[in-house]
Nanobody, 121 residues
Framework: QVQLVESGGGSVQAGGSLRLSCDVT????????MGWYRQAPGNQREWIAS??????????NYASSVKGRFTISRDNAKNAVYLQMNSLRPDDTGVYYC????????????WGQGTQVTVSS
C-alpha cells in the first residue's frame, strides 16, 4: 500500500515562498514520474507540475499558471518529492497533493491528506 504524506504548507502573504515536501512509502519513486496537484476552494483538483524518471530523468513540466514561479524536484534516495513555490499569489491558495501521474497503464495512488497553502493579499 503506497502512502503519500505531504507537508510544508502554511499561510503566507502574496510574494512569499513555501517549500512543500512529499514523502512516499510503499513504492520506490526512482523509476516513477511524480507530480504535484492542487485543489482550490470550489474547484476540481488540477495538475501543476511533473518530474520525470527513467530516460526522461531530470526533465520537468509545469502548468502555465505556475511556470517560472514553482520548481519541482526529487530526492530518490529519500523517496521524496518537493515543490519550491516562489512569488506566491492569492490564487495559489488551495490544498496541495503529490501523486504519480495517471495514464493508460497506471492509475493514481491513493491520495494523501494534502497540505494547505493559504496566500493572502
Amino acid at each position: 500500500q503506497v502512502q503519500l504524506v505531504e507537508s510544508g504548507g502554511g499561510s503566507v502573504q502574496a510574494g512569499g515562498s513555501l517549500r512543500l515536501s512529499c514523502d512516499v512509502t510503499g513504492s520506490t519513486i526512482s523509476q516513477t514520474a511524480m507530480g504535484w496537484y492542487r485543489q482550490a476552494p470550489g474547484n476540481q483538483r488540477e495538475w501543476i507540475a511533473s518530474s520525470f524518471s527513467g530516460s526522461m530523468s531530470g526533465m520537468t513540466n509545469y502548468a502555465s499558471s505556475v511556470k517560472g514561479r514553482f520548481t519541482i524536484s526529487r530526492d530518490n534516495a529519500k523517496n521524496a518529492v518537493y515543490l519550491q513555490m516562489n512569488s506566491l499569489r492569492p490564487d495559489d491558495t488551495g490544498v496541495y497533493y503529490c501523486n504519480r501521474p495517471s495514464s493508460t497503464i497506471s492509475s493514481f495512488w491513493n491520495w494523501g491528506q494534502g497540505t494547505q497553502v493559504t496566500v493572502s493579499s
